[in-house]
């Protein structure tokens, strides 16, 4: 006999994996592209590699928040629903 | 297919916990061990302006991953680590190459060797790291780019341990796994040399390539 | 309850095995064998003179992107008419196991081979004299590209064929999870490896000369590509000869199915993102002979690199497998360990995609600004590292429902 709790708590944990696992594949791919422009410009302006470092890792950063949103929701549905 | 997963094991008590020494591999990484000692003992034994068939291997070896720690760490640096640099590939393509003699199989293909090597790059990728730019701007880094990020830094550090000696481990034993079926199904007739010589020569020959690249690399992100 | 005997039900999954293994197995080398007739069409309008050739190296090459899906006709009519020895439950999930194991398995080969058989139509209007050798490495890249589409043959061929049915009750879970993973597990790869192919056959159209050096170089790339199907063979191999006999049929069979998705699944996108940085490789080599050596070391590192979030799925794998789990008729546990199988691999396939891409950039200006090469290569790591933090944080969620659930 499922009880509507265990159901509740299943789902919970479901949907932890596949909000996490779900919301990881954009910002990889986003951050990827972040990744790649920055290496063709320091490639074409080696000089300002420093500078371009520094804006890959913001721009990374901002793209990643989406990950980081999902990791709470997955950690709020393990832990606290 | 009786093979997959038959070992010879030594089982020691020690004060309630079981150790397993899996006793083929220690075996093996012996021959590994011994076989290029003999070989480094004829390379360098008579040295010559025009050099014999094994000092020219030895200086192959040498040079490549001289120049290649050279790039990667500097002039400096390069004196005191290309030596461990050059004797870990040498040593992990041995282990992956000594699988093509019959009777013999590879150390790599027991998660505990690549496992150990990834630990000692990262134990001397740290050292480095440590050395090179002192405690305080080592620690900083890993509150980088914001302070709460450390907890998953440290996770990151870690997982490269996993990833470098997964990557081996992995990459050998489905060699061994992919040669064992095919020759079960092809009744060990024509296929299985030619699929055993790609598999631990081509691509054990590339995986050691790439696990001393990335202990390199990783111990020049240290640096750096 | 319909009451149906285990017999039907044998059937049923044969039927059901062939239907996902030919209509899965269609897709891939429907899409290849496109892109190479588009490309051959864009061909002749550039050289109309040369059309009959083109024309010819089109169908050579769409012969053979077609084989992937040959190689799903054969597993699916074998499960029509050959399968199905034996009569339990166990049997009806290898036959259904064989079927996604061979048709998912065919899509990746199936769109990977139609990129060498593209570009050598377009290399063949570029350079007509080169029709041999462009002939010999499209027919090479194209066979390359197979190789993740044969280790699927070969695990279907084991499922259909290998007596498992005296095994313990989580054989059912095992070999369907087998089946999953080696699918999943062969589309990033087979993919990936097109991508060497395509290039070598672009690069040899625009310096003859580089000839045999730019198919060692796709073989490399090609091969270094194919570790992640490697990895989902393992555990595919694991799922169907690891005794689990004497562990408690509940939390283990969902975690077996978990184990086979999260190897199968986060292989996609390292598959992929190795390729993109072994396509990259063979143009560097083409467009810059003199800097094939320091391609060749950035172009190893990107690819290993990408692999990392296929490495993490195989650890969760492992993870899975050897845990040892308590009795529970709770369906709690089962959720939870399945859910973690699917979050790592879910979770892998963007960072290992947006690796390669990382890699793919790095290495294509490695080849034409080779004094950055010291700079390139640290903020490519860099830049993968970043990258690969959200497949971390799939990794530390899903240990968190494996250990803590």
Known sequence: MIEGADLIQAAAFLGAGLAMGLGAIGPGVGEGMVGAKACEAIGKNPSEAGLLTRTMLVGQAVSESTGIYSLVIALLLLFVV | MEELGKIHQLIVNLSGYQMTFNLDILVMTWIVIIGLLVFGFFAARKQQMIPGTLQTIGETFVFQFYSLTEDALGEDMAKSYAPMIIALFMFVLFCNWIGFIPHLYEPTNDLNTPLSLGLMGFVIAHYAGIRQKGFKKYIKAYFDPIFFMAPLNIIGEISKVISISFRLFGNIMGGTIIVLVVSHLVFSLLLPPFLNAFFVLFIGGIQAFVFTMLTLVYIAVQVN | ?405
């Open chain 3, 1 to 405: 309850m319909m009451s149906i005997d285990i017999e039907a039900w044998v059937k049923v999954a044969a039927f059901l095995g062939a239907g996902l293994s030919m209509g899965f197995g269609a897709i891939g080398a429907a899409i290849g064998e496109g892109f190479a007739a588009a490309k051959a069409n864009n061909a002749i309008s550039e050289n109309p003179t040369y059309s009959g050739d083109i024309i010819k190296m089109m169908l050579v090459g769409q012969a053979i992107a077609e084989t992937a899906a040959i190689f799903a006709l054969v597993i699916g009519v074998l499960l029509l008419f050959a399968a199905g020895g034996n009569v339990s439950m166990i049997t009806a999930a290898g036959l259904i196991g064989a079927g996604l194991s061979m048709g998912l398995g065919a899509i990746g080969s199936g769109v990977g081979s139609g990129f060498p058989a593209g570009e050598a139509c377009a290399g063949l209007a570029r350079q007509p004299a080169l029709s041999r050798s462009l002939t010999t490495t499209m027919l090479i890249g194209s066979a390359v590209s197979q190789t993740p589409a044969i280790f699927s043959m070969v695990i279907a061929f084991m499922l259909m064929f290998i007596n498992f049915s005296g095994g313990s009750p989580h054989m059912v879970a095992a070999l369907l999870g087998a089946g999953l993973c080696m699918g999943f597990g062969a589309i990033g790869s087979g993919i990936g490896s097109g991508f060497p192919a395509g290039q070598a056959c672009v690069g040899l159209a625009r310096q003859p000369a580089m000839g045999s050096r730019l198919t060692t170089n796709m073989l490399i790339g090609a091969a270094v590509s194919q570790t992640p199907a490697i990895f989902a063979m393992v555990v595919s191999f694991m799922l169907m000869f690891v005794s689990f006999a004497g562990t408690p049929v509940h939390p283990t069979s969902a975690a077996l199915i978990g184990a086979g998705l999260a190897t199968g699944l986060a292989a996609i996108g390292s598959g992929v993102g190795s390729g993109l940085a072994a396509g990259a490789g063979c143009e560097g080599w083409a467009r810059q002979p003199m800097t094939s050596g320091n391609v060749l070391v950035i172009m190893l590192v990107g690819q290993a690199v990408s692999q990392t979030p296929s490495i993490f799925g195989l650890l969760i794998s492992f993870v899975l497998i050897f845990k040892g789990y308590a009795a529970t008729e709770v369906f709690i546990v089962s959720t939870a360990l399945l859910s973690a199988g699917l979050c790592t691999g879910l979770g892998g396939i963007g960072a290992g995609v947006g690796n390669g891409q990382v890699a793919e950039s790095a290495v294509s200006w490695v080849a034409r600004n080779v004094e950055q090469e010291a700079v390139l290569m640290r903020t490519m790591l860099v830049g993968q590292a970043v990258s690969q933090s959200t497949a971390i944080y799939a990794m530390v969620v899903s240990l968190a429902l494996i250990f803590l659930v």
